[in-house]
Each structure stands twice: as structure tokens, then as C-alpha cells.
């Protein structure tokens, strides 16, 4: 069982005060002062369980301006701090671990006209403080290359690791991991931690976030389930709650570790440019999955009564940036490749009270496979400062031909996916080989393996019916009364009889001389009846004994 658990990430608060210009009064007397406003948001503080944590300020000023000077202390000594002029930060590294204990922190900086401001502060390195996380494993690195194939087929830039969130998923997983945390059998949050138990480092995400000395906005997933990490990754992102820290265009750097059967991702954001739009699936994602069966903390249906597991694979929108306070979902819509319109079930802010900038919306069915879809939404923003802005989108999709096949692809070869989204979109086929010879068949260059291997008789090559069914996106039956194998995919239904040499397309039934073949009580089809049934290519290359389906 997969147990999600989710949560917002944490805003950075910020104090603001006035620095007053000095001005003589026999020159300016009758001209009102300037002021320059600056906030600014200094760390580490409280207790920190680092032994080398950065120590630093930014400030974020009313108007560009650098300093004319700057000064930096430690516990009353001066100490060598590096301004970045860029982030506007003011940051200390010590080169040795610090002994546990109080520190106060000074930071003195002045501008050409203006008094210099000291903004003071106070941490304390705990007794069980750590050296920092530096060194990764080939599992969090393979992490790290999943999550930013999922940013590349949305649109958006790859993060990297830091080496404080590693540090952090790495002690909360370990928590977790040691205290076999029950998130199942119990209603004790992944999120959260319990000072009397060994491991602990803070309550909430918060408190972990400055034991650990990081000082950007941060997020959270936690998954709990017996997979590898990569797996893991794959289930926060089909869950909506959880996909939506992958989506922030901000998002810059991650950590994540596995221990056991906890997985942890924590997210470290930028404000970012501008307020965007993202959506998911992607416009022309060729590979979008069909089903969703929930498993999620909290439940996405539980505010949509009679509602019921297995839903269609939830569509997400969210709108991130500078500035953006929460969205309203003004309309939603979903429509199959005929033009009819999906019955969906919608979360959004207002009623959803985990959600706040993005929406998201379920088909109440799974979706079909390989198919297209057409998806538009129209959304308004609302802004810290009560204005508003509309974003709208209109855009299109298909789905996978068989379970599972999408993500495999994209963790395979993401470059590849992405030139298939630009270059094909949503016009292009899909390519199944079977080796006669073989007990695997590929779709779309993706190894699977045979129920049942393929079977030669006087010449003749037969297929199992349930593997050119999985691999060609349809769905089979066995009709004992009939003693014929019932295929179905959309609109086409094909009775493929083991008694007689017929079969039936849509309910008109033909004859034929390659009839379908009851061996070993399972169906099998020969090779030559697929291209006048199926309705695709089909061709036989004798030098590698391959049977190729194009469709």
C-alpha cells in the first residue's frame, strides 16, 4: 500500500524597518528626508544541529543599492563574511566545526548618506550537532534524475542537489525509518516528529528546516511504501497534492533519501521571475497515464460524496510566482477525441482546503488508452496587493497504449521523450515487435515480457491474444459458451472463434483460413489474421523471425 503524505511549502518571514538618510538642516532644511526600506530574514537561529551551518542574512532593499561597507561577527570577533551582490545575502562559513553551545551574530552594513543598521541574532549548536550531508549514493542520484525528468516534460529547468536538504531528508527519514512510524494503523503524521523519540530534530517542517540551518522556502513529500526511491518519486508525482512543489517553476535544488520503507523529498524554492502558469499533463505529453487509485494523505475525493477509486489520472493547474496570494477555478473541461465532454470531479481553493494556487481536476472513470484528449481551464489570481490576473489554457494530450509504458519511457531516455512531444506531438504511431524467437515483444522500443511464447505449426506463427492485447492498448475476454476470445479497444470489438474458421468485427462475421487457435487452453492468433482484423500494419521480417505491428 502507498501512504502520501503532503505539505505546503513554508514561507520565509520577513521584518521590516526604516533606515533614515541623514540630511543637514543648513542645506536641506526645507526638503523632507528619504528613507531606504529593506526587510530582511537572518540565519541560523534557535537550535541547530550542524556543526559548520552557514551563517548569514539576506535583504531584500527597497531600491538597488551596494553597500559601502560591511562587517561581520561572531560571538563579539570579527570574521570573514562574502557578500552576494546578485541574492543580496551576507553569508559566514566556518572553516572549522563549532562547539555546541549559544553563538550571537552581528551583521553591520552601511550606505553611502545613510546610518549603518547592526541586525543581531542568536542560535545555538545542539550537543548531538552533525557535519554536514556532502557525499550522495547512486540511489539518491537516480532520485535526482527522476524528478528532473518530470521537470523536463513540463517545460521547466532541472534542479540540483543541496546539500543541506539532503542532510534534512536524510535525519527525517532515518526518524521515521527508526521509530517504524505507522502512517496506515495510526493517524501519526510523516510530516511531523515527537521530541521524546530518538532522531528528532523538529516538529514540523519549519523546526527541521533551521535545525538544519536552511533558510530559503521550503516543501515536503513523504511516501511509505516497499519500493526503490525512483518508484517512490513516480507515486508523489501521480498523486495531485504531492505533484504540485514539481511544478513550481522556483523550484531550484532538492534533497532526498530513503530509509527503509520512508522516502523523503524536501524542496527549496526561489521566488522566481514572474507568476506562471504550469499544467499537467503537459500540452502534447504522448505518454499520460489513465488511472489513479488514490492512496493519497489526504484523499483527493474525500469531498466529492458517492465518489469512488479507480478515477482517471488527475489533471493539475497551478499558478506560482512572485506576488500570487491564490487562485479561483472559474471553469474546467475535459473532452475525449470524439468531442464528448469527460464528467471530472474538481478540487480547488475554496473547496479544497490543502489547496491554495493550483487546482486539479479527475476524470470520474479512468481514462481510455491511447487516446486523445483536449483539456482547457480558466483561472483567476488573485495577488498579495488584491489584484487580479486571468490565466487561461487550452491544450491536448494522449494517453499511454499500455499501463505503466509512459513512465518508462521518460525515465529512460527524458531527452528523447521531450523531441517526441516537440517534434511528433500528438500525430505518430506506436511500434510492437515480436521475436518468434523471443519470450519478450517491445512497444515503442520498451521490452516486455510473453504470457505465453509464440507457437509454430505447419508454417503458421501464432500469438498469444493477451499479449497483443497489452501491447496494442486493448482489453480481452474468453467467452466459454462461444469458445472464442473476445477483443475490445474503443469503438472496435472483434470475436476471435477456436472452433470454426471465422471471426466477427463490430458483429458481422467473416470467414477466414487462419482461424484463431485454442492451444493449451489459451488463445492463440495467427500472425496473418492480425492485418485483416486489427486494423493496423502488420509485416514479417523472415531474417530475425519478427512479427512488426504498426498502429
Request: charged letters at 20%; hydrophobic letters at 35%.
Amino acid at each position: 500500500m502507498i501512504v502520501l503524505k503532503a505539505t505546503k511549502w513554508q514561507s520565509l518571514i520577513k521584518v521590516c524597518v526604516i533606515v533614515c538618510m541623514l540630511v543637514s538642516s543648513m542645506f536641506w532644511s526645507a526638503k523632507p528626508s528619504y528613507a531606504l526600506s529593506y526587510g530582511y530574514m537572518a540565519y541560523p537561529q534557535g537550535n541547530v544541529g550542524l556543526l559548520r551551518p552557514d551563517i548569514g542574512a539576506t535583504i531584500n532593499l527597497s531600491e538597488g543599492k551596494t553597500p559601502e561597507s560591511y562587517h561581520f561577527y561572531l560571538n563579539n570577533t570579527e570574521v570573514n563574511a562574502i557578500y552576494d551582490p546578485i541574492s543580496v545575502k551576507y553569508i559566514y562559513r566556518p572553516t572549522a566545526d563549532l562547539a555546541p553551545g549559544d553563538y550571537t551574530a552581528r551583521l553591520v552594513f552601511s550606505f553611502s548618506g545613510y546610518e549603518p543598521v547592526s541586525i543581531d541574532w542568536k542560535f545555538t549548536i545542539t550537543q548531538n550537532a552533525s557535519s554536514l550531508s556532502t557525499a550522495t549514493t547512486q540511489e539518491q542520484r537516480d532520485g535526482l534524475r527522476a524528478i528532473n525528468d518530470y521537470r523536463a516534460k513540463l517545460g521547466l529547468s532541472s534542479v540540483k542537489f543541496s546539500d543541506l536538504l539532503n542532510t534534512a531528508a536524510q535525519k527525517h527519514a532515518q526518524y521515521l525509518y527508526d521509530n517504524q512510524i505507522d502512517p496506515i494503523h495510526t493517524d501519526v503524521s510523516l510530516h511531523e516528529e515527537d521530541s521524546s523519540k530518538p532522531g528528532y530534530i523538529g516538529k514540523t517542517l519549519g523546526e527541521r528546516m533551521r535545525y538544519i540551518g536552511y533558510s530559503r522556502t521550503s516543501g515536503e513529500d513523504v511516501a511509505y511504501n516497499r519500493v526503490s526511491l525512483v518508484e517512490a518519486i513516480d507515486s508523489l508525482f501521480d498523486a495531485p497534492y504531492h505533484r504540485s512543489p514539481f511544478m513550481v517553476p522556483g523550484l531550484t535544488e532538492i534533497g532526498v533519501f530513503k530509509a527503509g520503507d520512508y522516502h523523503v523529498v524536501e524542496f527549496g524554492f526561489s521566488d522566481g521571475v514572474a507568476p506562471e502558469l504550469v499544467v499537467s499533463p503537459s500540452n502534447n505529453d504522448i505518454y499520460v497515464p489513465t488511472i489513479f487509485d488514490g492512496h493519497e494523505s489526504p484523499d483527493p475525493i474525500r469531498i466529492h460524496s458517492g465518489s469512488e477509486y479507480p478515477v482517471g489520472y488527475p489533471i493539475m493547474a497551478s499558478v506560482n510566482g512572485p506576488g500570487v496570494a491564490k487562485v479561483v477555478l472559474n471553469e474546467a473541461e475535459l473532452k475525449d477525441e470524439s468531442g464528448k465532454e469527460v464528467p471530472l470531479l474538481l478540487n480547488a481553493p475554496g473547496k479544497d482546503d490543502h489547496l491554495d494556487t493550483e487546482v486539479f481536476m479527475m476524470p470520474k472513470q479512468p481514462l481510455l488508452l491511447d487516446t486523445t484528449y483536449k483539456a482547457s481551464v480558466k483561472l483567476t489570481a488573485t495577488m498579495e496587493d488584491g489584484s487580479t490576473r486571468a490565466f487561461n489554457k487550452d491544450w491536448t494530450f494522449r494517453t499511454e497504449p499500455k499501463v505503466g509504458l509512459g513512465v518508462q519511457k521518460l525515465h529512460s531516455d527524458a531527452v528523447a521523450y521531450t523531441i517526441q512531444m516537440a517534434n511528433f506531438g500528438l500525430n505518430r504511431t506506436h511500434t510492437v515487435t515480436f521475436g518468434l524467437n523471443d519470450d519478450k515483444y517491445k512497444l515503442d522500443l520498451i521490452s516486455y515480457n510473453m504470457q505465453q511464447k509464440p507457437y509454430i505449426e505447419d508454417g503458421t506463427s501464432y500469438l498469444y491474444i493477451r499479449d497483443l492485447a497489452a501491447a496494442l492498448g486493448a482489453s480481452v475476454e474468453w467467452d466459454d459458451q462461444k469458445k472464442a476470445a473476445i477483443y475490445k479497444k474503443k469503438e472496435k470489438t472483434i470475436i476471435f472463434y477456436t472452433n470454426r474458421n471465422a471471426y466477427s468485427i463490430n458483429g458481422v462475421e467473416r470467414e477466414t483460413d487462419s482461424a484463431a487457435k485454442l492451444i493449451n487452453e489459451t488463445t492463440m492468433i495467427p500472425v496473418r489474421l492480425l492485418s485483416e482484423t486489427l486494423g493496423a500494419k502488420v509485416d514479417y521480417v523472415e531474417s530475425t523471425r519478427t512479427v512488426l505491428i504498426n498502429y
